[in-house]
Every structure is written in structure tokens, then in C-alpha cells.
């Protein structure tokens, strides 16, 4: 017996005897679709988030690149994913080969970001399809930055900055002080960050599946904390908040940090953290992607929350390589 598929078989008596829980025996699919985002680590967040997934044993995860853009260095040639076949353009434009099979998958996983060109309209069409007929939607980041000019994007993801959002788009939504749900209608365009700091997590729904057995609140990595997002935020509740603060240029105000958005049939899971590859090695971030992309999937979650989950003063990080 090769080693290969000596391993097979240990892997395959162990999926019989946790009965398929931990490692199910046909996997979730999810598809994480990128390639044109302001952000250059794009390219390496995509294969961490792909690895994140697969970790849980729940996903099988694939990849859909645009034709895509290079900003700050050739991070597709150091990380790179040998079934992607895609060639760098000089700036972002509507990729007519981009035609995911949307329907083909449980949960889709959006590492687009900021100046991303619209997709084919046939594109378009099937993903507005997908969600509304109960495909799951996962909007990490910059993701919440694109496609401003459409509606039903703007719908899913419920909150947005950037990409000429403003009082067209719907109104600035956080809580105050007493934790109370404001709808701001006020003018003004919609995204802003302050300088990027470590900042705590507020848990505001512990109830959820996402965030059920979180501690109440917790320390997240270095990160841009996104303020003044603004969209039609409906069907929309808020888990998790942040406050922030003045300090560090913030609102002053508790902005949604862990969202979901109900479309159609459709689940959307929404975080805007995760600027950079440090932030997305917070095992906050990391346990409620894969927590969200779960419940996004199926609208449970079967995970434990891990022991070296970050606590109210304490980060905690998994270095990445
Ligand atoms: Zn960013």
C-alpha cells in the first residue's frame, strides 16, 4: 500500500468513525471569486482564506480570477493556485470570460475590492440568481467597496463605502452609545476609515449561530475599522460591532462589524475586516469567516469556537506563511 493511499484509508475510517461530523464525507462548495481589488495582498488573502476553509474540513473551496490587475507586486506569482488560468491587464476592465458557475456552489466568497470593473451582465444576471434563490454570499472587506452602481449588489451586501455611495444609496446605519440602532439619512458620501489599530469586538447578538459562544467581547488584530458605511441595509441584522474611536480618527460611533443579510432565499454573511494579511490572521477573523461561510452555506454552524480564540484584552494571531 502506497503512503497516498495508506492515508486514504486512515482519513476515511476516521470520517466513519465521527460519523462524517468533523470531516464530512461530501463537502461543502465554496468558491472564493477575486481578482481585481485596490488591495494588493489580494492574491495571498485569497489563498489564506482558501486554506482557512479547507481547515475545518467542512469546504471544498475553488477559485474564479478575473482577468486581473497587479497592484504593488507579483503576489500571484508567490502564491499562486495552479487551476487558475488568468493574465494580468494594466487596470481593471469587465472581463468577458468571467463566468463563474455560481450554481454549482453552496457559498460564494468575494475578495474583489475597490475600482473593480463590473462583471458581464450575463454574470450579473446569474449571480443575482444564485443569492435570491438561496445560494450563500460571504463579502469580506474591500468587497463591500464594489459595484456601487448596482442595485442588487448593493441589496446583498447591505452596507457599502466608496464607488460614489452617498445618501442615494441608503443611510449611514450604526448603533449609539445605549446600543440603539440609528439609521443616519444625513448627506455625505459613504466609507471612511481612520489609521489602522487593534480594536475590540463587540458582540451584539450572542444568540446567532455565527456568534454563539464568542466571549461578549474581543480583541481584533491590526485592521482599518471601516465607518460611515451606508447602503439600504435591509433585512440586514448586526452581530458584532466596533467602536471607533476619534483617537484614531474614527466616528465615534459602534459600526457594524459582523452583518447578515437576508436576499431572497439567499444568506449573506458580511464583515469589512481583513485589510491585510496581519488581519486576516487574527483568529477572530479566521473563526468567523469560517463560522460565516457556514452559516452563509447551510444557515447552521457546527464548529467549536477554538481555545486560542482572542479574548477581551488579548489578540491572538496564526502566523501565515
Ligand atoms: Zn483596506
Known sequence: MSLRCCLRFVVAVMVASLGGSALAATPLKA?????????????????????????TGLFSVDVARTKFTVNGGDLVAKYPLPSIESTAVKSAQTDPDFKP??????VVISNFGHGAAPWPQETQDAFVKYVKGGGGLVIIHAADNSFGDWPEYNEMIGLGGWGGRNETSGPYVYLDDDGKLVRDESKGGGGHHGSQHPFAIVVRDPSHPITKGMPREWMHAKDELYDKLRGPAANMEILATAY????????????????????????????????????????????????????????????EIPQDFPKADVESARKFD
Open 31 to 55: 468558491l472564493i471569486i477575486d481578482g481585481q481589488n485596490n488591495h494588493g495582498a489580494w492574491p495571498k488573502t485569497t489563498v489564506m482564506m482558501k486554506s482557512y476553509l479547507e481547515q
Open 101 to 106: 458557475p455560481f450554481s454549482k456552489y453552496d
Open 244 to 303: 471607533a474611536s476619534p483617537e484614531f480618527g474614527g466616528t465615534g460611533r459602534h459600526e457594524p462589524m459582523l452583518m447578515t443579510i437576508r436576499y431572497g432565499e439567499g444568506r449573506i454573511f458580511h464583515t469589512p475586516m481583513g485589510h491585510a494579511d496581519y488581519s486576516q490572521e487574527c483568529v477572530g477573523f479566521i473563526v468567523s469567516l469560517q463560522r460565516g461561510t457556514e452559516w452563509a452555506a447551510t444557515g447552521k454552524v457546527t464548529q
